[in-house]
């Protein structure tokens, strides 16, 4: 195990306990954007995973990255999701199903000058790294995470 894995997964760890005695009050934004905590299932395990998370809002759905910092990997919590599309969100103290899905090529075109603008860093681990950065869209369990494809699976 190198030191920024551990590092990362320690941070993470902390950052989960903080959000959720305080109901998000606590590092419930980090660099003037907004965090929200995502649970998802372990594809092999089959544990639950709760990962913190920045995210954006588009009308009514909710945007996340799956940028890894900028690792040629992609990030667990996107190979979780990509195996099983339900999940959960928690915003502030109030977790709520969501359902999962990558967004489509046109939406990857409108979101990503959005996300970049609001946070240069994600254009900067796009450099870092030669896999596409997946957009995922995040649709509350009571609507359609579709029209278009969902997620893909392994």
Same mark, same amino acid.
């Given at each position: @195990?190198? $030191?920024?894995?551990?590092?990362?997964?320690? @941070? #993470?760890?902390? *950052?989960?306990?903080?959000?959720?005695?305080?109901?998000?009050?606590?590092?419930?934004?980090?660099?003037?954007?907004?965090?929200?905590? $995502?649970?998802?299932?372990?594809?092999? &395990?089959?544990?639950?995973?709760? +990962?913190?998370?920045?995210y954006f809002e588009d009308g009514? !759905?909710i945007v996340i990255v799956a940028?890894? #910092?900028?690792?040629?990997?992609?990030?667990?919590?996107?190979?979780?999701? &990509?195996?099983?599309?339900?999940? &959960?969100?928690?915003?502030?103290?109030?977790?709520?199903?969501?359902?999962?899905?990558?967004? +489509?090529?046109?939406?990857?075109?409108?979101?990503?000058? @959005?996300? +970049?603008?609001? *946070?240069?860093?994600?254009?900067?681990?796009?450099?870092? !790294?030669?896999?596409?950065?997946?957009?995922?869209?995040?649709?509350?369990?009571? #609507? &359609?995470?579709?029209?278009?494809?969902?997620?893909?699976?392994?």
């Amino acid at each position: @195990m190198t $030191l920024r894995p551990a590092a990362i997964r320690a @941070m #993470g760890r902390s *950052h989960r306990a903080i959000y959720r005695l305080t109901g998000g009050r606590v590092l419930g934004r980090v660099a003037g954007m907004p965090v929200l905590l $995502l649970t998802t299932t372990g594809r092999r &395990s089959g544990h639950l995973r709760t +990962t913190p998370l920045t995210y954006f809002e588009d009308g009514d !759905t909710i945007v996340i990255v799956a940028s890894n #910092g900028g690792e040629d990997t992609p990030p667990a919590w996107w190979l979780n999701l &990509s195996a099983d599309p339900r999940a &959960s969100i928690t915003i502030g103290a109030q977790p709520q199903p969501v359902q999962a899905r990558e967004a +489509t090529s046109d939406e990857h075109s409108r979101l990503w000058p @959005m996300i +970049t603008k609001t *946070h240069a860093g994600y254009a900067g681990y796009a450099r870092r !790294t030669t896999r596409p950065i997946p957009i995922v869209i995040l649709v509350g369990d009571g #609507g &359609s995470p579709s029209p278009t494809t969902p997620l893909p699976r392994d």
